[in-house]
């Protein structure tokens, strides 16, 4: 299985908006999620989806950033706007046949994109 590749990051101000975008071929059965690590911290989760469309977001991205699905296009995306510096880190894709919402026990994992936050 060829691991996901992200793409889309870059550099905003605050307040601003990117949508990340994930490759996931072979993955249209899979959960898939965005997890994202600043420096100095641990890796978190941001948002999941379940093949059957449930989506969950970590209560900090609520109300700011969509996570979506296409598997026609073989693609997972994450729409981030109103974006604050405390949302710069490295986003990561992530793919597992199981259900793990924020766990890190994900089995495949792209090698991330940078999104920078400016005050």
């Known amino acids: 299985q060829a691991p996901p590749v992200e793409s889309g990051g870059g550099s905003v101000q605050a307040g601003g908006s990117l949508t990340l975008s994930c490759a996931a071929s072979?993955?249209?059965?899979?959960?898939l999620a965005w997890f994202r690590q600043a420096p100095g911290k641990e890796r978190e989760g941001v948002a999941a989806?379940?093949?059957?469309?449930?989506?969950s977001y970590v209560d900090s991205v609520k109300g700011r950033f969509t996570i979506s699905r296409d598997n026609a296009k073989k693609t997972l995306y994450l729409q981030m706007n109103s974006l604050k510096p405390e949302d710069a880190a490295y986003y990561y894709c992530?793919?597992?046949?199981?259900?793990?919402?924020?766990?890190?026990?994900?089995?495949?994992w792209g090698q991330g994109t940078q999104v920078t936050v400016s005050p």
């Open positions: 992530a793919a597992d046949s199981r259900v793990l919402a924020f766990s890190t026990e994900y089995r495949y």
């Open positions: 989806i379940n093949t059957d469309g449930r989506i």
């Open positions: 072979g993955y249209n059965r899979y959960c």
